[in-house]
């Protein structure tokens, strides 16, 4: 935080705007919530960061409870080891000398595990690590119905392992993630199509301690999933972070009962009609991506349209904002708004009380 930053103790009424705000009571309200309900379940807490990208908010995470963080970039862990994180899964498979060499370096300084589909993988995480002395930690990514990256198949994922191993690396774990059923409802659907998913990667590493390899590390969840995951038997930690934050989507679409942290405040620039009204965030602050932005604190009033600087809201009678005034909204997906933002204005009692910097804003290799 910056001592001299001109934001510190002023009002929400008073921000410039667009400015990205974050509840901190709300934030670690929600980190003692899900680390609670995990604990409870005997079940570690490793949060992804790629929706804050800020060593402040792990930090505060890793207080709560949490083991360490998941990452979704090389260059999102550098800069959570930099800023003191000392257990980090990159959720990714690197698929160049380059990403494998920096993950090497980061050894020295914390545990780094990474996730793999592919004996190519083996052969470029053994050689950087032994360029440096070290030995990188690898998970086995397992394609659980994402139909995105993993191995397909128990056996894929047993002869991968065999290969680590054979290979003198260093197998750490399987790892899966069930994100295209977080929407899925009603909850008895969505808790069978889940248990049969994560059921996949326990299978896989139950597969794996058949051949006498040691699973320590099985891993899933995401913030839409995180309570029926952590009850499913075989599971060793989950990756839910988002919940942290909160937004639309988790709350109306993947029916997460968390507190909203996140929030944009937008000014009042014109008024062109008595129903209609024109903010100062457009799409460059505040996305419509997964979901539409959520008007806080007027009942009735909808985005209409967004637009590159500009956001048009259709106004019910009687709702009439003048020139100037803020307005607070609730991300439609934070994911996609906190990227575009350099810093969180930390709130208590609808104060600025912190800044508190995206430091791996930007940071995609």
Same mark, same amino acid.
Request: aromatic letters at 4%.
């Given at each position: 935080?910056?001592?001299?930053?001109?934001?510190?103790?002023?009002?929400?009424?008073?921000?410039?705007?667009?400015?990205?705000?974050?509840?901190?009571?709300?934030?670690?309200?929600?980190?003692?919530?899900?680390?609670?309900?995990?604990?409870?379940?005997?079940?570690?807490?490793?949060?992804?960061?790629?929706?804050?990208?800020?060593?402040?908010?792990?930090?505060?995470?890793?207080?709560?409870?949490?083991?360490?963080?998941?990452?979704?970039?090389?260059?999102?862990?550098?800069?959570?080891?930099?800023?003191?994180?000392?257990?980090?899964?990159?959720?990714?498979?690197?698929?160049?000398?380059?990403?494998?060499?920096?993950?090497?370096?980061?050894?020295?300084?914390?545990?780094?595990?990474?996730?793999?589909?592919?004996?190519?993988?083996? *052969? =470029?995480?053994? $050689? @950087?690590? %032994?360029? /440096?002395? !070290?030995? &990188? +930690?690898?998970?086995?990514?397992?394609?659980? #119905?994402?139909?995105?990256?993993?191995?397909?198949?128990?056996?894929?994922?047993?002869?991968?392992?065999?290969?680590?191993?054979?290979?003198?690396?260093?197998?750490?774990?399987?790892?899966?993630?069930?994100?295209?059923?977080?929407?899925?409802?009603?909850?008895?659907?969505?808790?069978?199509?889940?248990?049969?998913?994560?059921? *996949? =990667?326990?299978? $896989? @590493?139950? %597969?794996? /301690?058949? !051949?006498? &390899? +040691?699973?320590?590390?099985?891993?899933?969840? #995401?913030?839409?999933?995180?309570?029926?995951?952590?009850?499913?038997?075989?599971?060793?930690?989950?990756?839910?972070?988002?919940?942290?934050?909160?937004?639309?989507?988790?709350?109306?679409?993947?029916?997460?009962?968390?507190?909203?942290?996140?929030?944009?405040?937008?000014?009042?620039?014109?008024?062109?009609?008595?129903?209609?009204?024109?903010?100062? $965030?457009?799409?460059?602050?505040?996305?419509?991506?997964?979901?539409?932005?959520?008007?806080?604190?007027?009942?009735?009033?909808?985005?209409?349209?967004?637009?590159?600087?500009?956001?048009?809201?259709?106004?019910?009678?009687?709702?009439?904002?003048?020139?100037?005034?803020?307005?607070?909204?609730?991300?439609?997906?934070?994911?996609?708004?906190?990227?575009?933002?350099?810093?969180?204005?930390?709130?208590?009692?609808?104060?600025?009380?912190?800044?508190?910097?995206?430091?791996?804003?930007?940071?995609?290799?």
């Amino acid at each position: 935080m910056s001592a001299g930053h001109p934001s510190l103790g002023m009002k929400v009424s008073e921000l410039p705007t667009p400015s990205l705000l974050l509840d901190l009571d709300a934030f670690d309200s929600n980190c003692a919530a899900i680390s609670g309900h995990l604990g409870a379940h005997g079940v570690a807490w490793r949060p992804h960061v790629k929706g804050h990208k800020s060593p402040r908010l792990a930090q505060r995470m890793v207080e709560a409870g949490a083991i360490g963080v998941t990452c979704a970039k090389v260059g999102e862990a550098e800069v959570m080891v930099a800023g003191g994180i000392t257990e980090i899964l990159v959720a990714n498979q690197p698929g160049t000398r380059d990403a494998w060499a920096r993950l090497a370096r980061l050894q020295s300084a914390a545990w780094v595990g990474v996730a793999i589909d592919n004996v190519e993988h083996v *052969r =470029l995480a053994v $050689a @950087a690590g %032994a360029e /440096r002395g !070290v030995m &990188i +930690p690898l998970l086995v990514e397992v394609d659980i #119905g994402m139909d995105r990256a993993g191995v397909r198949s128990a056996l894929d994922a047993v002869a991968l392992a065999e290969e680590i191993v054979a290979a003198g690396g260093q197998f750490a774990g399987v790892m899966g993630y069930e994100g295209h059923l977080l929407t899925v409802w009603p909850e008895a659907e969505k808790e069978t199509v889940i248990r049969e998913a994560v059921g *996949r =990667l326990v299978s $896989a @590493a139950d %597969a794996i /301690r058949a !051949v006498s &390899i +040691p699973v320590p590390i099985v891993s899933c969840g #995401g913030t839409g999933s995180y309570l029926i995951s952590s009850r499913i038997e075989g599971v060793t930690e989950l990756q839910a972070g988002g919940g942290c934050l909160m937004d639309r989507f988790y709350r109306e679409v993947c029916h997460v009962d968390l507190e909203h942290a996140l929030f944009l405040v937008a000014s009042v620039n014109s008024r062109p009609s008595s129903s209609q009204a024109i903010l100062d $965030a457009g799409w460059k602050a505040l996305p419509d991506k997964v979901a539409v932005p959520l008007c806080r604190d007027l009942p009735g009033v909808e985005v209409s349209q967004l637009y590159a600087e500009h956001m048009r809201l259709d106004l019910p009678p009687g709702v009439d904002p003048g020139i100037g005034e803020r307005i607070v909204f609730i991300p439609g997906y934070s994911d996609a708004t906190t990227v575009l933002h350099n810093e969180f204005l930390g709130l208590r009692d609808d104060t600025v009380v912190a800044v508190i910097p995206l430091v791996a804003r930007g940071d995609l290799q």
